[in-house]
């Protein structure tokens, strides 16, 4: 393996001379080189950072019995005229935890181990805390401090690589820290873990909705002339904070217009009044369509997904808000304690009350609606529950296939599938639109990958593509190139690549949708074909048809143990 370009690189076999330190050392490490992480097991440590030009600095490793791991004098290095300065250490053996004192820093609990880059969009940046529906008691009952997780954070950077991430520190995988590991990453490394007895590490370097382009060094990108051009756009800072400004004024106008223009939100009664008289509203199915007498009818689900008959004028969408009411009947016991909310997902936001009391609301269509209803809000009888839903682009819709129901403190559940009372608030136009500059070429490379770049890793667990299925014809070669050049970055022409196949998606009806998802894997396939040491990891199977983020994360994640133990079964 290769040093990070522009470190001053000096790989020291031993120097046992013990040197005097200054009291004033002022040495510095990079985020991910901290207390608590783990380090590539059969590998040289490495270990760099920054110092006062000239500077000395002394490395001493010791073990849990506090024993000297190599020599007691220890290693030393010199910082250069930059201040930058790399150093590699032998091995270390499997487990700990391990010491490292660098001049007057202590890193505590290190452990050595399998690392893993796990990294893509939202589908491997989705948190352990949004698949407890169908992981809540495994979940609950795991905690393990073999298996950690560094979280990359989230930052931008368009002019030039960094060489560290904001900070950040590595979590165990104990019940304080797991709801925030990713979901694919924690199944990964705990079935690694279970299966070997290894450490496993996993750096949780991902951002939801980018395209593989955000990840590839401009460098890389440079036969990409299209990629190029778009980042040339976007790269002044002035430019940039000018379109924020423009945006933000237009979201509020937009949103000033939506609530001056919202009959609900006016008048002697609000809409979400649980006494208000909703007789004249429109009945409808929330799944299905407008309905006229209260009836459930309509088996065509796929209506739901495109847009509800009360989210559409005939021909356009309808934006804006759309009120709905429901009442349900509970008796004293039922109503007695608090209880969760459950309200699917929905396109695009909402703000729900219960009995006029404001319990939640959700700002994007993706997360689910998970409500908790404080004690005392309920009562018995009449119970009255209001969702203001807002529609800002396309046709909006309750997603059908999911859970729509009142859980009860006593163990009850109340469906509320069917008849909602329905009214349009304030229909608008179109929502503004707005720039991501995280989808932008090359700035999450910058910012997300390349502080990485000196630290030895077992491989990489790749899970993207839904944002490039529109532009599928040019993928793999895209794919292909960041494969190389994350290669070349760690300084590893062989680390190992896993690339998760995209799941299934779309509704069956919508045959245009699903052929060019289906197309998508096709190419994923052909570049873990093409390219050595690359491996597709199978997921199709796994997919919900309602969502594009499915939840079975445990079994994909034994699928990328599977690839992993075999992998080095063959070594």
Not at 72 to 97: H, I, M, N, Q
Not at 147 to 159: G, S
Not at 363 to 374: G, K, L, T
Not at 448 to 472: D, F, K
Request: hydrophobic share 40%.
């Amino acid at each position: 393996m290769k040093h990070l370009k522009g470190y001053l690189s000096i790989t020291i076999a031993a120097t046992m001379a013990a040197t005097a330190m200054p009291a004033e050392a002022k040495v510095k490490l990079p985020q991910v080189l901290s207390s608590g992480m783990i380090v590539q097991r059969e590998v040289p440590v490495r270990l760099w950072g920054t110092a006062d030009p000239g500077e000395q600095i002394l490395i001493k490793v010791t073990d849990a019995k506090k024993k000297h791991v190599g020599s007691r004098k220890g290693v030393t290095t010199v910082a250069g005229d930059d201040g930058k300065w790399s150093v590699e250490l032998p091995a270390l053996k499997v487990g700990g935890s391990y010491t490292f004192t660098i001049n007057d820093l202590t890193l505590d609990d290190v452990l050595s181990g399998d690392l893993f880059l796990c990294s893509g969009q939202s589908n491997m940046e989705l948190p352990v805390a949004r698949v407890t529906d169908m992981f809540a008691d495994e979940i609950a009952s795991y905690s393990s401090n073999e298996v950690r997780q560094y979280y990359v954070p989230r930052e931008v950077e368009f002019h030039a690589p960094l060489d560290d991430t904001k900070p950040a520190a590595w979590k165990p995988a104990t019940q304080d820290n797991v709801m925030r590991f990713s979901a694919l990453g924690y199944f990964f490394a705990k079935d690694l873990n279970e299966r070997t007895g290894v450490p496993v590490g996993i750096i949780s370097s991902n951002w939801g909705g980018t395209p593989v382009e955000a990840w590839i060094s401009e460098e890389s990108l440079e036969k990409f002339p299209r990629a190029i051009n778009e980042k040339r756009i976007y790269e002044d800072d002035a430019y940039r904070e000018n379109i924020k400004k423009l945006e933000a004024q237009n979201y509020a106008r937009w949103n000033a217009a939506l609530y001056a223009g919202d009959p609900g939100l006016h008048g002697e009664k609000m809409w979400y009044a649980p006494d208000l008289d909703d007789s004249g509203w429109s009945v409808v199915d929330i799944l299905s369509g407008t309905v006229t007498d209260g009836t459930i009818t309509g088996d065509d689900i796929h209506n739901a997904w495109t847009g509800n008959r009360w989210g559409r004028d005939g021909l356009n969408s309808i934006n804006g808000s759309h009120w709905f009411r429901k009442n349900v009947t509970l008796t004293a016991a039922q109503a007695e304690k608090p209880a969760v909310l459950r309200l699917g997902c929905i396109i695009d936001a909402d703000s729900v009350y219960v009995n006029g009391t404001f319990v939640g609301t959700t700002s994007y269509q993706y997360p689910p609606r998970i409500y908790n209803v404080p004690a005392g809000v309920l009562k018995e009888g009449e119970n009255n529950i209001t969702v203001r839903l807002f529609s800002q682009n396309g046709s909006g819709s309750f997603v059908p296939e999911k859970p729509y129901k009142l859980l009860l403190g006593n163990g009850e559940e109340v469906s509320l599938e069917g008849a909602w009372r329905y009214h349009l608030g304030a229909p608008m136009v179109h929502g503004p639109g707005m720039e991501f500059w995280a989808y932008k070429p090359t700035v999450l490379y910058n910012s997300m990958i390349h502080p990485l770049a000196n630290l030895p890793i077992a491989g990489v667990v790749w899970y993207q593509g839904e944002s490039n299925v529109g532009r599928r014809n040019e993928y793999g070669a895209l794919l292909t190139t960041m494969i190389a050049d994350w290669r070349k970055t760690f300084g590893d022409e062989s680390m190992p690549f896993y690339i998760v196949e995209l799941a299934d998606y779309l509704h069956p009806s919508d045959k245009g949708g699903r052929a060019a998802w289906a197309e998508m894997r096709k190419v994923q396939a052909q570049v873990a074909d093409s390219v050595p040491g690359a491996e597709l990891i199978h997921n199709s199977d796994l997919g919900e048809w309602n969502d594009i983020h499915p939840l079975d994360k445990k079994t994909l994640g034994g699928r990328v143990a599977d690839a992993v133990t075999a992998r080095g079964n063959k070594k």
